[in-house]
Structure formats: C-alpha cells, structure tokens
C-alpha cells in the first residue's frame, strides 16, 4: 500500500478539488436565488421527474451502498449481499404507500402530513426530534466512510482522518446555508451521474477479466475469501447463532421499512409539482438503484477474488475500502501507474458520493429545526392548534425559517462530526442500518396510522414517534454496537444488556404498538372531519401545494 500512496495521491487530490469546485460553483449560482421557505426547502418545487429521480437516487446511494456494501460482500459473500436485497426492496414500500400521497398532504416535512389532521405543536415537535435523530446517525456514516477513503487514498493518519471529516462536515455546512434544496439537487444529480458511470465501468472491468463467467468470478470469490464454500452459503455473519439470526431478521425489518420514514427522502417528494411528478421520480429512482445495487454485487466478489478478503481487512477491518482496493487491482496492481490512477478516479467518486448525501441530509434536518421546532415554539399559543395548512406562517415567518434553518445546519453538523469521530472502525452499512431502524421504529409507525387510519389521534401520534424512537436509542446503546467487544465505541467497558445489534426487531413492533395504545386510551376523539379531508386530499390532490 505504502508504494501507490504517493502515485495516486496527486491525482485524488487534484479530483477532489475539481469535484469540490464544481460543487461549489453550484452552490454559489443556486445562491443568487431569493432565499424564500418554498426556494430554500423545495427548490421552488420545479424539477422534472427525471431529475428528481437523479437527485433521490444520489440521496439514497450513498457511501453505506458504493463501500459499505461490497465491503461486507467481500468479507462475508452471501449475507453481505443481503444488504441489497434489504436496501432495493424497500423502493416498494415507498413507491405504493408513500411518495404520492406524502406529497400530496405535505408542504417540506414529515411533520406537515401528520399535522394535516392532527394537533399541531406536540406532533410537530414530536416528528422535528425524530427526524434530526436519524439525520444525525445517517450522517455520522457517511462521515466515517470519509474518513476510510482519507486514510487509505491518501495515506493519512488519525489526524488526516479528523480534519478530513471536520472539512467534509464545514463543506455540507455551505451547500445548505447558502444553495438549499436547489443547489443541493444538482450536486446530487452531478453525483449519481458520477457514480453510475464509475460503478458501470467497474463493473464491466471485472466481467471482461472473467471473460463474462459469473461462476468463474463465484468461484475465484470463494478462493480468495478464505472460508471455502460457506462463502457463498448464508450463515457467515448472521448464521453463527440463535442471537445472530435474529440481528437478521432485525437487519431486515430495518432495511425495508426504514427507507419510508427517512426524512432526506420524504422531502425529495416536495421538490416536484405535482404527486404524478412524485411518483414518476420514484419510478426513476428504483430504475437507478435497482441498477447499482445488482452491480455492487458483481464489485463485492470482485474484490474478494482479485484482492481477497483477508486483504480488504487488513486495508479496513469493516471492509469500507473493498471497491477502491479493487480499482487498484483492475488497473494493474500495487505500484502500477494504471492501478494508482484507477484506484484515485474510485475514491474521489465515493468522496463526491460522501459530499452529495451529506448535503442532502443536513438539509432535511436543519428544514426539521427550523420549519417544525423552530416555527412551532415561536408560533403564538392561539395558533399551536391549527392544522398544517396554518404552517405558512407568512413572510416574515418564512424568512425566520430560512436563517434558522442556515445556523442550525452548524449545530447540526458538529454533532454528527463529533459522533463520526467514535465511530471510524464500523462498517458504514450497519451504521447505516441504525438509521434506517430508527427511522422505521419513529417516524414510519406515525405516517403510516396518519395516512391510513381513521381513529388515530394526536396522543397516538406523540406515543408512537417517542415509543420507537427511545427504545430504539436505548437498545443500541446497550448493544454490542456501543461495549463489550473490541470493534465497540466503547471497547474498554461492557453495560451492554441488550445481545442484538441491530435494534429494529423489539423497537420497531413497539413504535406501531405504542401508536396504537396512545390513540386507545385517550379521552380526545378522533377528528373524523379532518381525516376525511386528508384522506381526499392523499388520493386526489385537491388543496395540495
């Protein structure tokens, strides 16, 4: 490794430059625009579905997918690969029962569809807590796949990795602050563009070097990962025990689920004008990831036949550095000018991967500050009832938001690299599945009995945000993920109680249970008038902004 460092680190930083300028020169052309809630949250919702599906596709394929992925593929064969299965399969969930309906109800937040027919100030700052949970612990990925890259294109040390994630985390603070939601779509779409094209290629390297023999390339997969024939077998990772069975099932309600109730998706709905606009981006979206995920498959064994597994390990024991490592053996090896170009070309597109998902996330989240926490503490007692219709607050209003929405992009920030700090020596996917638990445990419980059930109240809407949202932090705070074992936060303590991972399997039944009971045990009936409103509303578009 010590021999390509300097080969290709010219080149990565020359790339990394040039995609950080372009970006920028985005972000400086998107900001010339007036700074209203509707330009600012929703790009002036005027993109086209295909740009919109682009700009989803970018916000969903994230490091977790382009690193993560075939980095547990290359290390663990067939489990690994159920990471995409989970992943893709979640698109039909979010193409039937959310995104058109989502954009038809709602203005730029989850909370503005569960407001629609509920009582204004308790949900919303219910659903703005919720939201900025998972953005941070999205975020707190991504950073850490930043990180790996640093540390492996660039030789760096502890220090370099640091810096590297102070800068991606100053970086995602400029493009929300001062591009928004339009500047931040066009870096997507500049990204997934990016990103398709370098997996494409990648793709087709390693099938023509396989003469287009996928039994071939299994085979040499299972040669050089070391574990024989279990390689491609289920039960390498999660098949070991009763215990890690069950992390799978958990993996796999997380994954599914979890796509639905994940902010920095839900408000891509709100950039197009109309729910068919909506819908059409998912269509494009799913053409997209579909796409990137099968490939990601073909990169995984890939990197385990011409890199091995014990190799990609030594690189990176999470195996975030697999595809980079792959490029390298592509190009021609260690010490090759081919390697060393090729290797830089793949890790400066994961690092503009890494740039655009930030981006997109600190976006969602900082709108969740502003536009639910924010606007609803500063709206005057005499309105906290009013329904989401009341949540153009004016002019004034809106402006309040905008700048609130830019400084707590700072804050927001700050946390998720203090946190990333912790965290470099986890795989980013699981981190990933984190989020995606928490985001199926609080927020999708509440969307789904807000769009689709006619007795739910507000106090069901409260119980079932917080009652998967804490248990689920508390879950994996005393998981193995936080002590107990040498890959932990925490590797030098053991408080774990809680023998799973991943906490989806108790955290998201109990959010849709504490929905249910918080609506059965209130006194306050349900506003049938409204829910039918919302109901009509969901289905037609009627009255939808």
């Known amino acids: 490794?010590?021999?390509?460092?300097?080969?290709?680190?010219?080149?990565?930083?020359?790339?990394?430059?040039?995609?950080?300028?372009?970006?920028?020169?985005?972000?400086?052309?998107?900001?010339?625009?007036?700074?209203?809630?509707?330009e600012f949250f929703a790009g002036g919702r005027l993109f086209t579905p295909a740009e919109n599906g682009f700009a989803i596709a970018g916000d969903y394929m994230s490091a977790a997918?382009?690193?993560?992925?075939?980095?547990?593929?290359?290390?663990?064969?067939?489990?690994?690969?159920?990471?995409?299965?989970?992943?893709?399969?979640?698109?039909?969930?979010?193409?039937?029962?959310?995104?058109?309906?989502?954009?038809n109800v709602g203005r730029y937040t989850l909370a503005d569809v569960l407001s629609a027919r509920l009582r204004h100030r308790?949900?919303?700052?219910?659903?703005?807590?919720?939201?900025?949970?998972?953005?941070?612990?999205?975020?707190?990925?991504?950073?850490?796949?930043?990180?790996?890259?640093?540390?492996?294109l660039l030789g760096g040390t502890g220090a370099a990795r640091t810096w590297t994630v102070i800068g991606v985390g100053a970086l995602m603070v400029v493009y929300v602050s001062f591009g928004g939601m339009r500047a931040t779509t066009w870096i997507q779409i500049v990204k997934t563009v990016l990103l398709m094209g370098g997996t494409?290629?990648?793709?087709?390297?390693?099938?023509?070097?396989?003469?287009?023999?996928?039994?071939?390339?299994?085979?040499?997969?299972?040669?050089?990962?070391?574990?024989?024939d279990a390689f491609l077998a289920p039960g390498l990772k999660y098949g070991i025990s009763g215990t890690s069975r069950l992390d799978f099932i958990s993996l796999g309600l997380a994954l599914v689920l979890g796509t639905a109730g994940l902010p920095h998706i839900l408000s891509r709905f709100y950039t197009v004008p109309t729910a068919r606009s909506a819908r059409r981006s998912v269509v494009w979206a799913i053409g997209l990831i579909g796409a990137f995920y099968l490939m990601t498959i073909v990169l995984g064994f890939g990197a385990a036949a011409m890199v091995g597994s014990d190799t990609v390990r030594a690189s990176n024991?999470?195996?975030?550095?697999?595809?980079?490592?792959?490029?390298?053996?592509?190009?021609?090896?260690?010490?090759?000018?081919?390697?060393?170009?090729l290797f830089a070309v793949v890790g400066s597109v994961a690092f503009a991967t890494i740039l655009a998902v930030v981006a997109g996330i600190t976006l969602a989240s900082s709108a969740s500050v502003a536009?639910?926490?924010?606007?609803?503490?500063?709206?005057?007692?005499?309105?906290?009832?009013?329904?989401?219709?009341?949540?153009?607050?004016?002019g004034r209003m809106e402006e309040d938001e905008v700048r609130?929405?830019?400084?707590?992009?700072?804050?927001?920030?700050?946390?998720?690299?203090?946190?990333?700090?912790?965290?470099?020596?986890?795989?980013?996917?699981?981190?990933?599945?984190?989020?995606?638990?928490?985001?199926?445990?609080?927020?999708?419980?509440?969307?789904?009995?807000?769009?689709?059930?006619?007795?739910?109240?507000?106090?069901?809407?409260?119980w079932s945000i917080y009652g998967g949202l804490l248990p689920a932090l508390t879950l994996v705070v005393l998981s193995p993920v936080t002590s107990g074992r040498a890959d932990s936060l925490f590797p030098g303590v053991?408080?774990?109680?809680?023998?799973?991972?991943?906490?989806?399997?108790?955290?998201?039944?109990?959010?849709?249970?504490?929905?249910?009971?918080?609506?059965v045990l209130t006194r306050e009936p349900a506003d049938e008038a409204a829910f039918a409103e919302t109901e009509v509303r969901s289905l037609t578009g009627a009255g939808a902004v």
């Open 200 to 228: 494409v290629a990648l793709t087709v390297m390693v099938l023509v070097k396989y003469h287009g023999n996928v039994d071939g390339l299994l085979r040499s997969a299972v040669t050089g990962s070391g574990q024989g």
């Open 317 to 341: 024991e999470a195996g975030n550095t697999a595809v980079p490592l792959l490029a390298e053996a592509l190009g021609g090896g260690s010490g090759t000018t081919g390697g060393a170009v």
């Open 371 to 394: 536009h639910d926490l924010y606007a609803t503490v500063r709206r005057a007692p005499r309105h906290a009832a009013a329904r989401s219709d009341a949540g153009n607050p004016g």
């Open 404 to 462: 609130v929405a830019r400084f707590s992009a700072v804050g927001i920030g700050a946390v998720a690299i203090a946190l990333s700090l912790l965290a470099q020596d986890q795989n980013i996917a699981f981190l990933v599945g984190l989020a995606f638990a928490v985001a199926a445990s609080a927020n999708l419980p509440s969307l789904l009995y807000s769009l689709f059930w006619r007795r739910f109240t507000t106090k069901g809407a409260v």
């Open 494 to 519: 053991d408080f774990h109680l809680f023998p799973l991972e991943n906490p989806g399997l108790v955290s998201i039944p109990l959010g849709f249970f504490a929905g249910w009971l918080g609506t």
């Open 65 to 103: 997918s382009f690193l993560g992925i075939s980095g547990l593929i290359a290390l663990f064969g067939y489990d690994g690969l159920l990471y995409s299965v989970g992943f893709f399969v979640a698109w039909l969930i979010v193409l039937m029962l959310v995104a058109e309906l989502v954009r």
């Open 1 to 38: 490794m010590a021999d390509t460092t300097g080969d290709h680190q010219g080149l990565a930083i020359v790339l990394f430059t040039v995609f950080v300028s372009v970006t920028l020169a985005i972000t400086a052309w998107a900001g010339r625009r007036r700074s209203s809630s509707e």
């Open 122 to 152: 308790p949900v919303r700052i219910a659903a703005g807590t919720a939201s900025v949970t998972v953005s941070i612990l999205y975020l707190v990925a991504q950073m850490v796949g930043a990180g790996s890259l640093v540390g492996l």
